[in-house]
Structures are given as C-alpha cells and as structure tokens.
Nanobody, 123 residues
C-alpha cells in the first residue's frame, strides 16, 4: 500500500516563497526515488526535483538555485521549498515515488502519485 499526500500549496506573489510537504507511507522498495513533478494547464507533466535513497538530488534547470528538495530525518516526509517564485512556476505540484534504481525525471517510470496541490504565482 502506498500513500502520498501533498498539502500546503497556495497563492503567492512573484518573488515570494512556499514550502510544502509530501507525507509518504510507502515500502522501502518503492520509495527508492521520491520526486516532485508539476503540471501547468495545457502542458505536459514536468519533473522538478528528485531525491534518491542515497541522498542524491537533481533539479530541472529552471528551478536550480530557487527550489530545494529535502526530507525529514526518518524520511517519511519530503518537502519542496520554493523561493523567488515566478509566474511560470504556477502549476499543480505532485509528489511521486518509484523503486530502484534510476531516479530520473521520467513520469512514466513513477508508479505512485499524490493527489496534487495547486501553486499559483501572481505577477
């Protein structure tokens, strides 16, 4: 049984910040790679940030230096900290998990998804 729950999205002005969690209850195997994706209206789902069990982290170029992915100590909750938000960051944000061993931004490889949380950035 896998359960991923995001919360804490919202509306913010450009330049502002948001941090929100994804609580993950998933087996050790299928939580090898945890990631944040986002999908804006009319666009494909895009990988934003990912972290694997070894702590290796990757970001899509458009968020590097602005977003941070991290986990709490027991790795049951993953967070996305978003700073210097831009209008183009507006999207529904999803957390997702997959098993070993890759941790790339290929949405098709992720079998488990949260319900999504909306982030709206006003310019």
């Amino acid at each position: 049984q896998v359960h991923l729950v995001e919360s804490g999205g919202g509306s913010v002005h450009a330049g502002g910040s948001l941090t929100f969690p994804c609580v993950a209850s998933a087996s050790y195997y299928i939580s090898y790679c945890l990631a944040w994706f986002r999908q804006a209206p009319g666009k494909e789902r895009e990988g934003v940030a990912a972290i694997d069990r070894g702590g290796r982290i990757s970001y899509v170029d458009s968020v590097k230096g602005r977003f941070t992915i991290f986990q709490d100590k027991d790795k049951t909750t993953m967070y996305l900290q978003m700073n210097s938000l831009k209008f183009e960051d507006t999207a529904t944000y999803y957390c997702a998990s997959k098993g070993p061993f890759s941790c790339l931004f290929n949405a098709a490889e992720f079998g488990y998804w949260g319900q999504g949380t909306q982030v709206t950035v006003s310019s």
